[in-house]
Nanobody, 123 residues
């Protein structure tokens, strides 16, 4: 499975960005696609995820109500709409696949990773 993330950039606080992650290869029929982020000097943390078949979503508390994860089945692409961005959202954002469909927020459960896209929010 190959993942290609895009859509990062520089935005002012309060602004919005939409990240995309296109998946190719054999993902199976049931899996989870997620977004994680890593700021300098910190551990990679869970942001949001979506079950591909059901569309059910789950979020980290820090982004609930501001970020929305969605998918386009035809394009095999997952999106992360980020609104009301804050400087603390600044990080490299990674998309990932949990091919075992565990639905976990633990990064160890995700076995395929994209290359990351930088999001910088200025104050």
């Amino acid at each position: 499975v190959q993942l290609q993330a895009s859509g990062g950039g520089l935005v002012q606080a309060g602004g919005s960005l939409r990240l995309s992650c296109a998946a190719s290869g054999r993902t199976g029929r049931s899996y989870v696609m997620g977004w994680f982020r890593q700021a300098p000097g910190t551990e990679r943390e869970f942001v949001a995820a979506i079950r591909w078949r059901s569309g059910s979503t789950f979020y980290a508390d820090s982004v609930k109500g501001r970020f929305t994860i969605s998918r386009d089945n035809a394009k095999n692409t997952v999106y992360l709409q980020m609104n009301s961005l804050k400087p603390e959202d600044t990080a490299v954002y990674y998309c990932a696949v949990d091919s075992a469909n565990t639905g976990s927020s633990w990064l160890e459960e995700y076995d395929y990773w994209g290359q990351g896209t930088q999001v910088t929010v200025s104050s």
